[in-house]
């Protein structure tokens, strides 16, 4: 059985790195929760836009 989890390590190391930015620029307890939320979509969006532009 192999296992391909290369994207799973790279969307982990992008939501991970959002996480870290949105926490850093958090001014107030709301804000780090707020920045958790994005940190989770965020890699994803940003794929999406790029496929977008893209057209794939």
Do not use: C, E, R
């Given at each position: 059985?192999?296992?391909?989890?290369?994207?799973?390590?790279?969307?982990?190391?992008?939501?991970?790195?959002?996480?870290?930015?949105?926490?850093?620029?958090?001014?107030?307890?709301?804000?780090?929760?707020?920045?958790?939320f994005?940190?989770?979509?965020?890699?994803?969006?940003?794929?999406?836009?790029v496929?977008?532009?893209?057209?794939?």
């Amino acid at each position: 059985m192999k296992n391909n989890a290369g994207s799973g390590a790279i969307y982990g190391l992008g939501m991970l790195g959002a996480l870290v930015y949105f926490l850093q620029h958090a001014t107030s307890f709301w804000d780090g929760i707020i920045g958790i939320f994005q940190a989770f979509f965020w890699p994803g969006v940003v794929l999406y836009h790029v496929l977008g532009i893209l057209k794939i």
